[in-house]
């Protein structure tokens, strides 16, 4: 059973748009909601993590927005970028017996078309 | 500081076949975890450790082997190598403290015929 569920698969962006990931998730134990970028031949990267005790939280450029009565949470790029151009995972752990353990998304593959 | 290191970053094996992936932090960390990717199937864990001396089986751990002998290694082995493990696989730690911040390594793509 596939604990986080997200979407697009792939996602092509103009230069300057605006890039959306989604995710879902069913565990109601999950309080953390991290997103990692993986370039090309590279490990994954933590890019910005939220908590639900807020509903939106911006680094930059990045934005999380998340729906905790739907259990919902999303990735905003704005102005998107060429160098942008990554994979995209989200994932949630929570309080339990094993604290850290993460689990992901499927992947969003993101191009940002110059 | 070199972070997570992963060896071999390339390996082929035949059917059958064994072999050792090693995976060095030097954060000093206490958590380990092995990860395969997959395309279209994102980040499975395989399995992970919570301290030297400790194994925990992860969400795809058949066929799979792992020891956390000293803190800042955890090696994960294949006894019979399937075409199935065909994949890359990546080596990650964690400071219990931090929740879910993962620091991973850059990968082994393995190949079995």
């Known amino acids: 059973q596939q604990q986080v569920k997200q979407s697009p698969q792939s996602l092509i962006v103009q230069k300057g748009g605006i890039s959306i990931i989604n995710c879902a998730y069913e565990n109601t134990a999950f309080d953390y909601f991290p997103w990692y970028q993986q370039f090309p031949g590279k490990g994954p990267a933590l890019l910005i993590a939220i908590r639900p005790d807020v509903s939106e939280k911006k680094e930059g450029r990045f934005t999380i927005s998340f729906n905790k009565s739907a259990k919902q949470f999303s990735l905003h790029i704005m102005d998107s970028q060429p160098g942008d151009s990554a994979t995209y995972f989200c994932?949630?752990?929570?309080?339990?017996?094993?604290?850290?353990?993460?689990?992901f998304g499927r992947g969003t593959q993101l191009t940002v078309w110059p | 500081n070199a972070g997570v290191t992963q060896t071999p970053k390339f390996r082929v094996l035949k059917t059958g076949q064994s072999m050792t992936l090693l995976c060095a932090q030097d954060m000093n960390h206490e958590y380990m975890y092995w990860y395969r990717q997959d395309p279209g199937m994102g980040l499975r864990l395989i399995h992970y450790?919570?301290?030297?001396?400790?194994?925990a089986k992860g969400e795809v751990p058949d066929g799979y082997n792992v020891s956390r002998l000293k803190k800042q290694n955890f090696l994960l082995g294949l006894e019979s190598a399937a075409p199935s493990q065909t994949s890359v696989y990546f080596c990650a730690s964690s400071y219990p403290t931090r929740g879910g911040e993962l620091f991973f390594g850059e990968g082994s793509r393995l190949t079995v015929l």
């Open positions: 994932a949630a752990s929570g309080r339990g017996s094993t604290l850290g353990r993460l689990y």
């Open positions: 450790s919570v301290g030297e001396g400790t194994t």
